[in-house]
């Protein structure tokens, strides 16, 4: 896709996307044999339900049914949200991610990190990196320009906060 298609369909869609109270992350045109297919990336602080995902996605076809933007040819409308192990990009991306787990690649000799975000604001993160071998966590702060690359982890064993099942907590209260 062209530097100026990707420029004309951001310009039509994004204020289309924001009236839904929904911020556009990304848009793609990608060609699957002879038919084109248009994924446009859609969230919010609070993410999206189905329901927003179904609205977003007929303003949009309407739009673009309108214009010429996707050209003559015919295409495909996906929209979605970003998946479970999406990438970090922006400031908006870290404060979302908030109490998620988080491998981080960091610019010059840094190395990797993998920690648990506790804040976001406009200088960095406030991390909380899990210990290792019975030891304790440790705090650490990050700054933006330090990060080269961040993607959220899954969590399948996570123990939540308030899990009655949680053995630490049933001893504290003992």
Do not use: C, W
């Not at 309108?66 to 949200?81: C, K, P, Q, R, W």
């Not at 922006?90 to 993998?114: I, M, S």
């Not at 899990?130 to 330090?146: D, F, H, S």
Request: proline share 3%; no cysteine.
């Amino acid at each position: 896709m062209s530097t100026t298609q990707s420029e004309r369909l951001r310009e039509l869609l994004e204020p289309l996307v924001t009236s839904q109270g929904l911020d556009l992350e990304e848009i793609a045109v990608d060609s699957v044999g002879r038919k084109r297919v248009l994924r446009v990336v859609v969230d919010s602080d609070t993410g999206a339900d189905l329901d927003q995902i179904a609205d977003v996605s007929r303003a949009l076809s309407a739009t673009l049914d309108e214009s010429d933007a996707m050209g003559e040819g015919e295409y495909t409308l996906e929209v979605g949200t970003p998946g479970a192990e999406r990438a970090l990009t922006e400031q908006r991306h870290y404060a979302r991610a908030t109490g998620r787990l988080v491998r981080f690649q960091l610019a010059g000799d840094g190395g990797e990190l993998v920690a648990r975000i506790l804040t976001a604001d406009d200088d960095g993160l406030d991390l909380e990196v899990p210990g290792v071998k019975g030891r304790k966590a440790t705090a650490r702060r990050v700054a933006y320009p330090e990060i080269e690359k961040a993607r959220v982890q899954v969590e399948f064993n996570r123990k939540d906060q308030s899990d009655p099942n949680d053995t630490d907590e049933k001893e504290e209260e003992a």
